[in-house]
């Protein structure tokens, strides 16, 4: 059984139909079809300039697709046509939120303050947007207060409890990288695209990254998407992984399935030959 079989009677939480986008005479994505299935992790690979943040840059409503569909379906029966859902709509209303290639923190804020910035719409709009509200009345206080247990709860789970209170530059690559995804949390999403968050990690960082993935989707059941190169973590974190070349979807199915796919080896090793690569996938099985 191939692993899209496998997937077959899951719930689609988040479904691409038909995407492309050209950027003038370059088709970065080309007719690309994908679900990713509630409460699993998705890793979505493929070699350099296969079009995997242009992608995320369509999910999240920074590029608009030249072509197609991008559908996210709540548990709760409401449906978000992401592609014509302006940037902070589908932050605010589809609860879609990312992390970025490159670390983007407030650096001089401390950790703790930092996860309570990524909470400042719920805030705001508790207050009412008064004086009167932020003074504390009406849900203003009750919202605070559990902004901060909120903040709390995944500064534990992202093992930076003992950090609250120091500025985020001052925190190492790995522990940077598990504060954006902390304050990713914050915001409560249903969806959390991740872009190369193992990138520059050593061996134990990319290790606690592991588990707070994995605690992320056991504890809360977010779905996560993740653009990932390093292949320890794809293949010990996913439940399913698309793979990209060219713009195109190569594979689709488990990790073990998409490992062993002659189509993913021959474009991971620049083989040509088909027939080579699934000599090579005889000997990796
Ligand atoms: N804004 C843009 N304008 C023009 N071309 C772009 C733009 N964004 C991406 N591209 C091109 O689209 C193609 C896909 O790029 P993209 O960054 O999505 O690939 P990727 O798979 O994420 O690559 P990497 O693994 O290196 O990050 C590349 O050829 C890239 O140069």
Not at 156 to 174: M, T, V
Not at 200 to 213: D, F, H, M, T, V
Not at 233 to 253: N, P, T
Request: charged fraction near 25%; glycine fraction near 10%.
């Amino acid at each position: 059984m191939s692993g899209s079989d496998k997937t077959m009677n899951k719930k689609p939480l988040l479904e691409l139909e038909h995407i492309s986008m050209k950027f003038g005479g370059l088709m970065a994505i080309n007719d690309l079809s994908f679900n990713a299935y509630e409460g699993e992790i998705t890793a979505l690979i493929g070699p350099n300039g296969a079009g995997k943040t242009t992608v995320f840059n369509c999910i999240t409503g920074f590029y608009k697709p030249t072509m197609g569909m991008i559908r996210l379906n709540h548990d709760d029966g409401k449906v978000f046509q992401l592609e014509q859902m302006p940037d902070f709509k589908i932050t605010a209303h589809a609860k879609v939120a990312r992390t970025f290639q490159n670390i983007r923190l407030f650096s001089g804020l401390t950790v703790l303050e930092n996860l309570l910035v990524a909470q400042h719409n719920r805030l705001m709009k508790a207050s009412g947007f008064t004086i009167l509200g932020l003074m504390g009345i009406g849900g203003y206080k009750k919202e605070a207060s559990e902004a901060i247990e909120r903040a709390r709860f995944w500064l534990e789970k992202a093992d930076l409890i003992d950090r609250a209170d120091d500025p985020a530059g001052d925190l190492p690559y790995g522990a940077q990288r598990r504060l954006e995804i902390a304050r990713a949390m914050c915001t409560g999403p249903k969806l959390l695209c991740l872009d190369e968050p193992a990138a520059g990690l050593n061996p134990k960082e990319s290790l606690a990254l592991n588990e707070l993935l994995r605690s992320i989707r056991k504890d809360t059941g977010t779905s996560i998407l993740l653009i990932e190169h390093d292949m320890s973590v794809v293949m010990e974190i996913s439940d399913h992984v698309v793979v990209l070349e060219y713009g195109q979807k190569i594979s689709d199915g488990t990790p073990d399935h998409v490992k062993n796919d002659p189509k993913v080896i021959a474009a991971y090793l620049g083989v040509d030959d088909e027939e080579e690569a699934a000599k090579i996938a005889g000997g990796n099985a």
